[in-house]
């Protein structure tokens, strides 16, 4: 089992060198200096059969003296093989998770499973760390730019500019790679909704050179319609009858496909539209276009243009910070610089959470707890607001002169109280008790000192 996993991998890698036109070769290298990649076919006393890879798919076989050989380098595998990830770093601008992970299982894991035994172990290594930690930050929300991360909460506080330079970065491949279409399309994004940005001005200058360089390409092609389709039809002519109306068949779908596509594109809207090779029509609108769009940002003076980037940072923190005078003024700012609504809606929403945030009371943290002790009839506990609590007659002290009041004259004169209900065995009781017996002997006395005296 372990060994056709280990072989899965390595045919895949064996494979691609394959297509990509890299095969298993050596190094010879001559005493003059000259150098020949290739495989060495055989050899004899005086002399190496060498196929020299002229190109992907040529070879040359020449033999090579031993006597005018310096050196001879064999590759292996798994020096061809690295060749194909080594130069995975550094990495390039704005990847994604899912491009991270694609470097790091099929490429560089792959390459370890299929070569655990690699020269090339240490260097692999750093590679996949380096993606590794790469691809935490990108999932995370940070942003690579120009070489250096952007942290996710710089790049939310400064949002409108750094979608403008994603935007012109896009334009600039594009244009290096000869896509004038898709460069286009990317400065239309940026004429429609980042004119305030820093990033416009830049892109700008570069539509006139990319408009430069397409407005031959598309002129040309409009001239070749018009021979292109007289050659096509004199081939299909040739076709058997059945093969002709299978390809007039499959020229009419591939015709509706494009009429559908079109229309697809101007729902976008977009005026760089594209073009296919026998349909003259959106070419000559085409051609239209780049005509009228090199006047207009032949006039265009970006000079004039107010510049939104600090607006909208200041907007950002007084919108993190609560302060709604403060982010009002700026938000009403931004929606005069044609900045896309989605932007100061993202603002308006982070300062409405910030003052709920504010506004909510901090939790009670003896909130929900209940009483385990249940409560009793006549407890302070058992009252309920809609039954007012009785109170209990303040027992009169015997050192205050019978109608003397403790109490602030300004307090309400109290209920007539009801009769103390006296309880056996309670300390009023004992009171009544020992003044009944009092009185008692007093009577005593007096009746005995009575008799005496008669």
Excluded: C
């Amino acid at each position: 089992m372990g060994r056709i996993m280990m072989t899965r991998p390595l045919t895949a890698i064996l494979l691609a060198l394959a297509v990509s036109g890299l095969t298993l070769a050596d190094t010879i290298t001559m005493k003059d200096g000259t150098k020949y990649e290739g495989e060495i076919l055989s050899e004899d006393v005086d002399s190496y059969l060498v196929a020299i890879q002229v190109t992907a798919s040529i070879k040359d076989e020449r033999r090579l003296p031993k006597a005018d050989v310096e050196s001879i380098t064999r590759s292996s595998p798994d020096d061809e093989a690295f060749e194909k990830i080594k130069d995975l770093v550094p990495t390039a601008d704005r990847l994604t998770v899912k491009e991270y992970d694609t470097m790091i299982n099929k490429q560089v894991k792959a390459f370890i499973e299929a070569f655990p035994t690699t020269t090339h172990k240490r260097q692999v290594g750093t590679i996949l760390r380096t993606l590794e930690k790469e691809r935490e930050l990108a999932a995370s929300g940070a942003l690579k730019m120009n070489g250096s991360w952007i942290s996710p909460a710089d790049r939310e506080a400064n949002a409108y500019e750094i979608d403008a330079s994603i935007l012109l970065a896009e334009m600039k491949e594009a244009s290096d790679a000869g896509r004038f279409q898709a460069a286009m399309r990317s400065f239309e994004e940026l004429d429609r909704d980042y004119t305030a940005s820093d990033s416009y001005a830049k892109a700008a200058e570069l539509a006139q050179t990319v408009l430069d360089a397409y407005r031959p390409q598309i002129a040309l092609a409009i001239k070749r319609v018009d021979s292109l389709i007289p050659a096509r039809k004199a081939e299909l002519d040739l076709l058997p009858l059945n093969q002709k109306t299978a390809a007039y068949d499959e020229i009419a779908r591939r015709d509706k496909a494009y009429a559908t596509l079109i229309e697809r594109e101007k729902k976008m809207p977009t005026k760089w539209i594209s073009i296919e090779m026998y349909h003259k029509g959106p070419m000559e609108e085409v051609l239209r276009n780049i005509e009228t769009e090199q006047k207009r940002l032949t006039a265009l003076n970006v000079d004039e243009i107010k510049k939104a980037g600090a607006t909208y940072r200041e907007a950002y923190a007084a919108a993190v910070a609560g302060d709604q005078e403060a982010a009002a003024t700026l938000f009403s700012t931004l929606k005069g610089m044609r900045i896309p609504n989605r932007y100061v809606e993202s603002l308006e929403a982070k300062l409405a959470a910030k003052i709920a945030e504010s506004e909510t009371p901090p939790a009670d943290p003896d909130a929900g707890t209940v009483d385990p002790t249940p409560a009793t009839e006549g407890d302070p506990g058992s009252e309920t607001p809609d039954k007012p609590a009785e109170t209990t007659p303040k027992a009169e002290d015997p050192s205050e002169p019978a109608g003397s009041d403790t109490e602030s004259s300004d307090e309400a004169p109290l209920a007539p109280r009801d009769p103390v209900e006296v309880d056996a065995g309670s300390p009023m009781k004992n009171i009544l008790f020992i003044v009944m017996a009092v009185v008692l002997v007093v009577a005593l006395i007096a009746v005995f000192a009575g008799g005496k005296k008669k």
